[in-house]
């Protein structure tokens, strides 16, 4: 069976010496480098070829979530599988986003991180339960939180500094039955019937 090739992209060089062991002690994988950030991760990948790049998130030079989408963007890319010690929602997002495939912990045990590897080279996902959890619960919340449009938003921001119809379409360069139509709207997606109330709700699920 062919080796995966592996590319382990990780700037702290214990963490990196660590994982490349584990991999290399694994008979159906195969190390062919290790890059100290995102840019020298694009440069090896390029020159090694590998099948999937285990990639930290925050590196000097390049990040690893910028440097996973311009790696997806080339004409052969890798798969990517993110191992971090970064758990937030923001970090989640932005490689999931960035095309990653998988997305693990640093304090993730060994044959976990070797399982992942190959389900990310088989072409499936693989996510830490506590990852996958995070991402329900962000789209859970997506779902229940209205979507205002950046029009909207600026509409009810003035609302709440106390400004009249007349001054927001002002500020706006926008006609005030134009206000008017924006603040139905929003009215609307956030179920209230008055503008102070529209704004207490902005407040209350975090919109404004």
């Known amino acids: 069976m062919t ?12 963490v990196r010496s ?9 008979p159906d994988m195969d190390v062919v480098g290790e890059a100290v950030d995102g840019v020298d991760a694009l440069a ?8 999937v790049v285990l990639m930290d998130l925050r590196m000097p030079a ?20 993110v191992l971090t010690t970064y758990d937030t929602d923001d970090d989640i997002i932005a490689a999931i986003e960035a095309g990653a495939s998988g997305y693990l912990l640093k ?5 976990e991180i070797l399982a992942a590897v190959r389900a990310v080279a088989a072409g499936r996902t693989a996510l830490a339960p506590s990852i996958a959890a995070a991402l329900v619960g962000r789209l859970r919340s997506a779902k229940t939180t209205p979507r205002l449009s950046a029009r909207e938003l600026e509409v009810l921001k003035l609302v709440a500094a106390g400004h009249s119809n007349a001054r927001i379409a002002a500020e706006l360069f926008i006609s005030e039955a134009t206000v008017k139509t924006h603040l139905l709207h929003v009215f609307e997606k956030l179920d209230v019937t008055a503008r102070t109330r529209a704004v207490t709700r902005a407040q209350e699920l975090g919109v404004l």
């Open 18 to 26: 660590g994982v490349v062991a584990t991999l290399a002690a694994a």
């Open 62 to 81: 390049l990040g690893g979530a910028a440097a996973t989408e311009r790696l997806l963007a080339t004409a052969n890319p890798p798969r990517v599988l």
């Open 3 to 14: 080796p995966i090739r592996v590319l382990v992209a990780d700037d702290h060089p214990i």
């Open 44 to 51: 090896q990948a390029e020159a090694s070829a590998p099948d």
């Open 107 to 111: 304090a993730a045990p060994a044959e």
